[in-house]
């Protein structure tokens, strides 16, 4: 794990808002945590060989749609896809995909979080 590499990968997936927004978050109940999940996610998994940024989103967002209930994050990960990349098509078409392997209702609510993302992003 390279803690450094993982701060500056931070900062090209998220705006400032969006990193302290979370990261206060969790220092505020969890010392430490956000430190932690900066340097293994990706100061370490996100720097394996294998997967494009944009790939990498788009598994973060099929994963993130399955579990539902993750709604914050689920909207996090639209603006990322599309800070790395992603087209909006791409990612509502993801969403879309899933419907029969993790339910219509999942799916649905996804691509509720997905249009309210994207509405609130430039085009």
């Not at 701060?7 to 505020?28: E, F, I, M």
């Not at 990706?42 to 989103?57: I, W």
């Not at 996090?76 to 909006?88: I, K, P």
Request: charged share 20%; no cysteine; aromatic share 6%.
């Amino acid at each position: 794990m390279d803690r450094e590499e993982g701060y500056r990968l931070l900062g090209v997936l998220q705006d400032q808002v969006t990193q302290r927004a979370w990261r206060d978050t969790l220092d505020g109940v969890a010392p430490g945590f956000a430190d932690w999940v900066v340097t293994a996610l990706f100061g370490g998994t996100y720097q394996r060989e294998g997967l494009t940024l944009p790939e990498r989103q788009l598994v973060n967002l099929a994963a993130l749609a399955a579990l539902g209930g993750v709604d914050p994050q689920l909207a996090g990960h639209v603006r990322t896809g599309l800070r790395v990349g992603l087209e909006r098509r791409q990612i509502v078409e993801v969403l879309v995909h899933l419907a029969p392997y993790i339910g219509v209702p999942k799916a649905l609510a996804g691509l509720r979080v997905a249009a309210a993302t994207l509405a609130e992003e430039p085009s």
